[in-house]
């Protein structure tokens, strides 16, 4: 079957995965394909077993799978016969050398960079549409035009905003597409053809223009913006807890004014995800080498807030339970960084598991899609760790359950009989704000939620 288009996604990974089949299933006139350096992933994206948790991703992958899309391993022969590519590789922090800690991870995308190069030998339109520092898109247009090629390559910057867990939805209705470009002629040309395949299914007017760099830049602002409104709340939260203050009651009163907005004020024990805190790095790194220290300190600001919300939440576990963890079973409700995802990238869940183990605590962990990705991020961790599929079995004989991931199931059981089989006296840490605290505590727990009373 002949196709209008030939699309290549480089990186089958959270989000090449999901924005891909959303095209493939928009646009069947369009021939997607998506290849990977990894042959396992490739492999689980062609089985019954998808490589990724995301709700309706089953249904489009079936729906699409060897009709208009395609996962393969063979990079090259993507690379030959596809005239636009997607470049979704991940761009992790930096673990090594200058701006360890701090920079993006930029080789393996450079790495596709160089690849694209070498295989291509008709014109191609090169997209980002992983979240990079700004000005990427010059190194990426110096790479492929530093040989004496004839090939004519356009760079576009095309940022991804899906959440996890509602991916699918993202995709379906975005709040806008962004689509970056240089401004010269063949540019425009370029970002129209990308226009052009949004537009089968997104409104015209969601489809937003920018320059390149103001593309570029607006990925890493949007995540250090809505980063920043979960440090806020969670920072008056601790106030809340000193004051009487509810930290509900206040998020909706201070959401209630339209020019703030209700949403992403959920207190909660802190962000996880893989990239808030790897993209507001990258942004304090980016502010430090252009010398603007005070922009930098701003926003490294959130990401301190971050980590002194998870502290804090070990630390009133350790006064409620008498200063003492050790030897007490205590457990974990969740491990993935969110519900309805089984990504644990960054979860707070780790960071708390892990301090409850220096505390010489035994951790029971529970979650309905990340107890596979919990093991891995525990294989190194010291001391008594269990894995149990069933909250009833997981929380029995404990001390304390700590609540780490917002899934509905939570606040669905039966926290009185939770209550008859656990250690007396029972905890629970409500690090997301989930549960009922008079139910709770009426049927006999020690109730702890986040910026409320005890
Ligand atoms: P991921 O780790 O799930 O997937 C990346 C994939 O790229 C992996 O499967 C890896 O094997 C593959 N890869 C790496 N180098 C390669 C190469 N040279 N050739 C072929 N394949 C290669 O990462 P992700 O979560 O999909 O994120 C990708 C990018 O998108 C990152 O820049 C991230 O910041 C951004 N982003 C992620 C999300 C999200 O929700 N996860 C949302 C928006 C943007
Ligand atoms: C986030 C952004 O929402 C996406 O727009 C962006 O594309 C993506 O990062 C990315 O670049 O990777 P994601 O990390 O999947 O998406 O999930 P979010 O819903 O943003 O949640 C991030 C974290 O903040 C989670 O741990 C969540 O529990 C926490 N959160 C969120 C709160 O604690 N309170 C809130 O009110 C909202």
Redesign the pocket.
């Known amino acids: 079957m002949k196709f209008e288009k030939n699309i290549l996604c480089?990186?089958?990974?959270?989000?090449?995965g999901p924005t891909m089949a959303m095209i493939a299933h928009e646009c069947p006139q369009y021939k997607v394909t998506i290849?990977?350096?990894?042959p396992d992933?490739i492999a689980q994206w062609n089985s019954d077993s998808l490589p990724?948790y995301e709700p309706g991703l089953d249904e489009l992958v079936k729906a699409t799978r060897d009709r208009n899309l395609f996962f393969s391993t063979d990079?090259e022969q993507g690379i030959r016969e596809n005239d636009i590519i997607f470049v979704?590789?991940?761009?992790p922090t930096k673990t090594f050398g200058t701006g360890a800690g701090m920079a993006a991870d930029l080789q393996?995308w450079e790495?596709?960079a160089r690849?694209i190069l070498e295989h291509s030998t008709s014109p191609k339109i090169v997209i980002e549409?992983?979240?990079?520092p700004v000005r990427t898109a010059h190194a990426m247009e110096r790479i492929l035009n530093s040989t004496q090629k004839s090939v004519r390559f356009d760079v576009l910057s095309n940022?991804?905003?899906?959440?996890?867990g509602t991916?699918i939805n993202d995709l379906k209705n975005p709040d806008r597409v962004l689509i970056g470009s240089r401004e010269t002629e063949e540019g425009l040309k370029a970002r129209n053809a990308l226009v052009e395949i949004y537009a089968n299914w997104v409104p015209r007017k969601k489809i937003i223009t920018a320059n390149i760099w103001s593309s570029e830049l607006s990925?890493l602002v949007s995540n250090a913006f809505l980063a920043q409104r979960v440090s806020s709340i969670n920072a008056i939260s601790a106030l809340c807890e000193k004051t009487e203050a509810d930290v509900s009651e206040v998020a909706k009163a201070v959401g209630s004014d339209s020019r703030i907005g209700s949403r992403f004020l959920n207190a909660s024990i802190g962000f996880g995800?893989?990239?808030f805190k790897?993209?507001i790095l990258n942004l304090v790194y980016l502010c430090r080498h252009y010398g603007l220290d005070d922009v930098a300190d701003y926003w490294e600001g959130v990401i301190k807030i971050n980590f002194y919300q998870q502290e804090r939440f070990v630390q009133n576990m350790l006064t409620a339970m008498f200063n003492t963890l050790a030897g007490k079973r205590i457990c974990l409700f969740g491990f993935a960084f969110k519900a309805n995802t089984g990504?644990t990238r960054e979860s707070p869940a780790i960071y708390v598991a892990r301090r409850l183990l220096e505390e010489q605590a035994e951790v029971v962990i529970t979650d309905p899609k990340a107890l596979d990705n919990a093991r891995i991020d525990l294989a190194n961790a010291q001391g008594k760790i269990h894995f149990v599929d069933d909250p009833y079995e997981a929380a029995k004989g404990c001390h304390a359950i700590a609540i780490m991931t917002e899934w509905a199931l939570y606040g669905e059981l039966d926290y009185a009989r939770l209550y008859r089989d656990a250690e007396k006296p029972a905890f629970i840490f409500d690090g997301r704000n989930i549960l009922d605290p008079q139910h709770c505590f009426e049927v006999g727990f020690n109730v702890f939620s986040i910026g409320k009373r005890p």
């Not at 549409?129 to 990079?132: A, D, M, R, V, Y």
């Open positions: 480089i990186g089958a990974g959270y989000v090449g290849v990977d350096i990894n992933r990724i990079i979704s590789v991940n761009t393996y790495k596709t690849q549409k992983s979240t990079l940022p991804e905003f899906l959440a996890e991916a990925k995800g893989s990239c790897k993209d990504d």
